[in-house]
């Protein structure tokens, strides 16, 4: 099975400019835990954030809110 993103989305159009832009953003996760950082890639399944030079991997269906701060 071969995954990929679908780059005509909206939101994944907006991600990508937070990417290209290295725009930090700031992740709400369906937990309540916020998390700060630039996103480093993203794939069909997770984003990863680099925080504090730390890179996070978080799963799409833990994202519960993601904006620009």
Do not use: F, H, N
Not at 7 to 19: D, F
Not at 48 to 61: G, K, N
Request: glycine fraction near 4%; charge should be negative.
């Amino acid at each position: 099975m071969s995954l990929e993103i679908e780059t005509g989305l909206p939101s994944i159009r907006l991600l990508q400019t937070y990417l290209r832009d290295k725009r930090a953003i700031e992740v709400t996760l369906v937990t309540g835990d916020k998390i700060q950082g630039t996103l480093s890639w993203q794939d069909p399944l997770c984003l990863c954030l680099d925080a504090d030079s730390q890179p996070i991997l978080i799963w799409r269906s833990a994202l519960a809110v993601v904006k620009a701060v």
